[in-house]
């Protein structure tokens, strides 16, 4: 089997993520594969495998033909069969298609804003659906919304699934003291809700001074993120909150903290919480999305409605308290992603699915 994935930036989201896992893990299990970024590279583009063939497209208008020939070229000498399309990649992959018929085009959907499905509408994807060999949504309520939205009509759930990173020759440092750190991994948009995090290390700040919060995602250099330096200063909480953007090698963080955070008024299947769990990291996170399908029981997280600072300041300081409390949660959360979100059995079912 020859598959290639397509992603449109190699930055640190989510589904650029799984666009490398992806190639990465299928590198050893298939004859070919390969990935293509069509419009930036990124900071992802180190975590490749040597084994995956790479392509960078320099896409710069939504129907750039040279970057369309440029695909059916690579696409033919590489005798690529499946073309794995993650999110709004499709577009590009449906244009190669015209020039290269026989080339299956599979649909990865990430869509995190889960509660707001109704309303989601998007006409072109609609209409080339019909070119789609079929359709994998991330969860349960994606699935739901591509049966009832889309015209293709082999369409899977198949859930995020986490890699380590490989280690860094000199790991960074977190900032703060030892044994006492929160960590939240989450890129700085609203809809991670970043504002609720700042206002509940206010409340814990003053009761646990040495404990520190650790925000780690990449800044967009905007409204929001200037908001949230300028409420950390009012706050008078600059040696208690740190940002530090977009890092690599994120497992060898998350290993200096003792707390894992999520604080997103909207969620899909967050990757974030998928790897504080492979650390073995207790969680607190809002229940959106499919968190809850991950925070399963109150052995493995806490559970926090969205907005609800009490919840959230009561849950970090239960955990700062209980030593023994985060150890089990820890250990609980760390064995539930090894055995439901492991790479090995994801695949598995990804290339049995495959044979459309």
């Known amino acids: 089997m020859r598959i290639v994935q397509i992603i449109d930036s190699l930055e640190t989201g989510g589904a650029e993520k799984m666009a490398v896992n992806y190639a990465n893990a299928l590198a050893d299990r298939i004859e070919f594969s390969?990935?293509?970024?069509?419009r930036k590279e990124g900071m992802l583009k180190s975590h490749l495998n040597k084994n995956v063939s790479y392509l960078f497209l320099k896409r710069n208008s939504g129907i750039?033909?040279?970057a369309v020939f440029k695909l059916r070229s690579y696409l033919q000498r590489n005798k690529i069969q499946i073309i794995h399309a993650h999110s709004s990649s499709f577009f590009i992959a449906v244009l190669a298609k015209f020039t290269r018929?026989?080339?299956?085009?599979?649909?990865?959907?990430h869509y995190g804003i889960?509660?707001?499905l109704k309303v989601r509408k998007?006409?072109?994807?609609?209409?080339?659906s019909l070119?789609?060999?079929?359709?994998?949504?991330?969860?349960?309520?994606?699935?739901?919304?591509?049966?009832?939205?889309?015209?293709?009509?082999?369409?899977?759930?198949?859930?995020?699934?986490?890699?380590?990173?490989?280690?860094?020759?000199?790991?960074?440092l977190l900032k703060g003291e030892n044994n006492k750190r929160i960590i939240c991994v989450a890129n700085l948009r609203p809809q991670k809700n970043h504002e609720l995090l700042i206002e509940g290390a206010s409340h814990i700040h003053k009761k646990f001074p040495d404990w520190t919060f650790h925000l780690m995602g990449k800044d967009?250099?905007?409204?929001?993120?200037?908001?949230?330096?300028?409420?950390?200063?009012?706050l008078n909480l600059d040696g208690t909150i740190f940002f530090y953007g977009a890092l690599e090698n994120t497992h060898d963080l998350l290993k200096q903290c003792q707390i894992g955070v999520l604080t997103s008024v909207s969620e899909g299947l967050p990757l974030a919480v998928l790897e504080y769990g492979l650390a073995g990291l207790p969680v607190v996170a809002t229940n959106v999305g499919e968190i809850s399908g991950i925070i399963y029981s109150n052995?493995?997280?806490?559970?926090?409605?969205?907005?609800?600072?009490?919840?959230?300041?009561?849950?970090?300081?239960k955990l700062i308290q209980e030593t023994d409390t985060r150890k089990e949660m820890g250990d609980h959360l760390k064995s539930f992603v090894e055995n439901n979100f492991g790479k090995d059995l994801i695949l598995s079912n990804y290339l049995s699915w495959l044979n459309l």
């Open 220 to 234: 967009f250099n905007d409204h929001y993120s200037a908001k949230l330096v300028s409420k950390v200063k009012e």
């Open 64 to 66: 750039d033909l040279k």
């Open 131 to 172: 070119l789609f060999s079929g359709t994998i949504s991330v969860n349960l309520s994606l699935q739901k919304w591509a049966e009832s939205y889309l015209k293709c009509k082999k369409i899977v759930y198949l859930p995020n699934f986490v890699e380590l990173s490989t280690p860094a020759s000199a790991p960074s």
């Open 122 to 128: 998007n006409i072109i994807l609609k209409f080339v």
């Open 101 to 109: 018929p026989k080339t299956k085009i599979i649909w990865h959907d």
């Open 34 to 38: 390969g990935l293509i970024t069509t």
């Open 114 to 116: 889960s509660q707001d």
């Open 299 to 317: 052995k493995a997280g806490i559970l926090i409605e969205s907005n609800n600072l009490d919840q959230f300041v009561n849950s970090v300081q």
